[in-house]
């Protein structure tokens, strides 16, 4: 049932305030229309892609040549391509700011807080751009690192883009082959690493680890290793061509950064999927569809403005970091945090936000659905005066933990759930500041996102589940998969379904208030019967349950169907008897249907997920029908398959 009143709902002054207001004003010059709607500004911005998209480069600021032509071929998708004639470069857009005002805030685990201000920041990346252009790098060239959510990566990636390099990462709890199956695809020619890194109140020291990765990169001319436990110095003794940081810059003195200008696709970064069902395919992101992306989803849906603070929960592995940087370009500081978001306590994030001003605070669905099942209160227990907006992503954020939100962190507070991911380097579904926020419901489509929901025919609907699915092209599609020349990967993974329209493997359904509710992954749908489930509603129903601290749904193929299994990892304490299975079936059922209702039920001790914290439900599915995955090295605790293997309980 839908609640018939919004959560919130943003009053004159914050709209008034609001960059998307003043967006809209500039669109209406433009084009001499009247967006009285939002809905009304994103059909235009679809509509018109080539004056929309020009109108954000205009109205961002964008340093660099725009060039004659916003699109060509726009029809075709793959090969639609905006701004064919411009040259820009990423890192001059990010590094407009000067001055002695923060750029960049760190708090670590280890409890230190270090600043860099804006002309600092230059300052290192300078240092950092020379060193790369001793060790020969350029234009093109791969510059990866394997890092801490600390400064050093911000300044590395800055400094490989000034060059026209491209940049890739991972975070440092990446297992040896994990790293491996990355890096060992696009051969970097620098190597970042550091010497440890702070998780939970423990040190981990890291350079066995990376001795042992760069002993099988023989691509590598440089590793750098950055001091974060102390031990660089000593680690690097015993690396192949590598050097402490600090040592490394010894010889080179801050100067002006030169930016190499590049064509609006040229590459940026290299993303990659999250590897469970195999080696994980290199996403190509270009530099001007990313920034485009980002300048549009931080002002006009995040409402993110000079002078701003910052914040995202994140590591280098995960494209919430690369989404993070890019506040730099709207002159935002950067609130980075490395570590365990529950250590001590689930205080730390919160004391973070007081202690800094900070205005933006982006976290997981995970991360506040396990606040508010931890019973804290940061509504009772800190300021939180300067925070606008509170973001969530990673996975369905479930209609209790709207409400959550609203109770027990902040009252007066802008929700932007958002929804998109690696493949496109942004979000198809997010917030929108002037707009109410509904419990369940990501507020509205981003502008220049022609997204729809379709059904198995490819006919569009509306309030009821489908495929999410997006109908033309827009500025930060993939430029290309790494070693995939003739792009046929490229179009397997998102123009197979649909011809021309991309796919993006998401059940969803737009919903009467023209929002939209995530309901999982579609290619980890459940099936049974014939009727398509998506695994979040079975989630919102049973994580609400006290006994139960999380759970994992699949379809096992059985008796010629596919039948509902739930495996369970219980509060401590509970065991999962017969009457405990009993309410978990009759809440699913009285919250879903009947035919959400699992047909077994098992209890679990661990649940296995990617680094970026998702559960892996696809991984689980192949284990439960006898087929090994592929790259456990995707996964944060690979040991957890094992619980799912050959169980006799599902062989009934």
């Given amino acids: 049932m839908v609640d018939n009143m919004p959560l919130w709902t943003p009053d004159a002054s914050r709209i008034a305030d609001s960059p998307l207001t003043a967006f809209t004003e500039a669109a209406t010059r433009l084009t001499g229309n009247s967006f009285s709607t939002y809905a009304d500004l994103h059909r235009?911005?679809?509509?018109?892609?080539?004056?929309?998209?020009?109108?954000?480069?205009?109205?961002?600021?964008?340093?660099?040549?725009?060039?004659?032509?916003?699109?060509?071929?726009?029809?075709?998708?793959?090969?639609?391509?905006?701004?064919?004639?411009?040259?820009?470069?990423?890192?001059?857009?990010?590094?407009?700011?000067?001055?002695?005002?923060?750029?960049?805030?760190?708090?670590?685990?280890?409890?230190?807080?270090?600043?860099?201000?804006?002309?600092?920041?230059?300052?290192?990346?300078?240092?950092?751009?020379?060193?790369?252009?001793?060790?020969?790098?350029?234009?093109?060239?791969?510059?990866?690192?394997?890092?801490?959510?600390?400064?050093?990566?911000?300044?590395?990636?800055?400094?490989?883009?000034?060059?026209?390099?491209?940049?890739?990462?991972?975070?440092?709890?990446?297992?040896?082959?994990?790293?491996?199956?990355?890096?060992?695809?696009?051969?970097?020619?620098v190597f970042i690493a550091p010497d440890g890194y702070w998780y939970n109140g423990k040190q981990n020291d890291v350079s066995a680890k990376v001795q042992a990765v760069l002993a099988k990169l023989p691509s590598v001319r440089q590793a750098i290793i950055v001091s974060y436990l102390g031990t660089a110095r000593q680690a690097v003794t015993a690396m192949q061509n590598a050097v402490a940081l600090d040592d490394a810059l010894a010889d080179f003195e801050p100067k002006d950064v030169t930016f190499v200008r590049t064509e609006f696709n040229h590459p940026l970064y290299i993303l990659y999927s999250s590897g469970t069902t195999g080696i994980p395919k290199c996403i190509v992101h270009g530099v001007g569809g990313t920034l485009l992306q980002h300048l549009k989803e931080h002002q006009f849906h995040g409402g993110v403005k000079d002078g701003d603070r910052l914040f995202y929960f994140t590591t280098c592995g995960w494209m919430m970091w690369n989404w993070l940087v890019s506040g730099l370009a709207s002159g935002a500081t950067l609130l980075l945090y490395d570590g365990s978001p529950f250590h001590p306590d689930g205080n730390i994030l919160f004391d973070y936000a007081d202690a800094e001003g900070m205005t933006y605070f982006g976290t997981?669905?995970?991360?506040?659905?396990?606040?508010?099942?931890?019973?804290?209160?940061?509504?009772?227990?800190?300021?939180?005066?300067?925070?606008?907006?509170?973001?969530?992503?990673?996975?369905?954020?479930?209609?209790?933990?709207?409400?959550?939100?609203?109770?027990?962190?902040?009252?007066?507070?802008?929700?932007?759930?958002?929804?998109?991911?690696?493949?496109?380097?942004?979000?198809?579904?997010?917030?929108?500041?002037?707009?109410?926020?509904?419990?369940?419901?990501?507020?509205?489509?981003?502008?220049?996102?022609?997204?729809?929901?379709?059904?198995?025919?490819?006919?569009?609907?509306?309030?009821?589940?489908?495929?999410?699915?997006?109908?033309?092209?827009?500025?930060?599609?993939?430029?290309?998969?790494?070693?995939?020349?003739?792009?046929?990967?490229?179009?397997?993974?998102y123009f197979e379904r649909f011809d021309n329209v991309w796919c993006h493997g998401d059940f969803a359904e737009w919903t009467e208030h023209g929002g939209m509710i995530i309901h999982g992954r579609s290619d980890a749908t459940l099936n049974p019967g014939g009727v398509r489930i998506g695994t979040a509603e079975i989630y919102n129903q049973v994580e609400h349950m006290p006994e139960v601290a999380e759970a994992l749904c699949i379809g096992q193929d059985f008796d010629h169907d596919v039948r509902v299994v739930l495996f369970v990892r219980l509060a401590e304490g509970i065991k999962l008897d017969e009457e405990l299975e009993k309410r978990i079936r009759l809440k699913i059922r009285t919250g879903c249907s009947p035919r959400h209702v699992p047909a077994k039920i098992v209890a679990v001790t661990d649940i296995p997920r990617t680094k970026s914290g998702k559960i892996t439900e696809l991984a689980v599915r192949d284990i439960v029908h006898g087929r090994e995955v592929k790259n456990k090295e995707a996964l944060a605790n690979p040991q957890a398959l094992d619980l799912y293997r050959d169980l006799a309980v599902l062989r009934n």
């Fill in 44 to 189: 235009w911005s679809v509509e018109d892609r080539a004056a929309f998209w020009g109108l954000v480069w205009d109205f961002c600021g964008v340093i660099g040549d725009k060039g004659a032509r916003g699109l060509a071929d726009g029809d075709k998708m793959p090969g639609a391509s905006f701004f064919p004639d411009a040259s820009l470069n990423f890192a001059e857009n990010l590094l407009r700011k000067k001055g002695s005002g923060d750029a960049i805030v760190f708090k670590g685990e280890d409890k230190v807080v270090r600043r860099l201000s804006w002309d600092e920041l230059q300052a290192l990346v300078s240092r950092l751009q020379q060193l790369f252009v001793s060790v020969g790098v350029k234009k093109g060239d791969r510059v990866a690192a394997m890092m801490p959510n600390m400064p050093e990566a911000v300044a590395g990636m800055l400094a490989a883009a000034s060059l026209g390099a491209v940049w890739s990462s991972c975070s440092p709890d990446f297992g040896e082959q994990g790293v491996l199956d990355r890096f060992g695809q696009i051969e970097p020619v």
């Fill in 364 to 493: 997981s669905a995970k991360f506040i659905d396990t606040l508010r099942k931890s019973g804290l209160r940061p509504i009772a227990s800190h300021d939180l005066s300067t925070v606008r907006t509170i973001s969530s992503t990673g996975s369905p954020l479930s209609p209790e933990d709207f409400v959550f939100v609203y109770e027990g962190i902040k009252s007066d507070i802008h929700l932007a759930s958002i929804s998109g991911g690696t493949d496109i380097m942004g979000c198809f579904v997010l917030g929108v500041p002037t707009e109410p926020v509904w419990s369940g419901e990501i507020q509205g489509p981003g502008l220049g996102m022609a997204v729809d929901v379709w059904d198995d025919q490819g006919r569009s609907i509306r309030q009821e589940k489908g495929e999410l699915v997006c109908t033309k092209a827009f500025p930060s599609m993939p430029v290309a998969f790494w070693n995939d020349p003739d792009g046929r990967k490229y179009r397997v993974a």
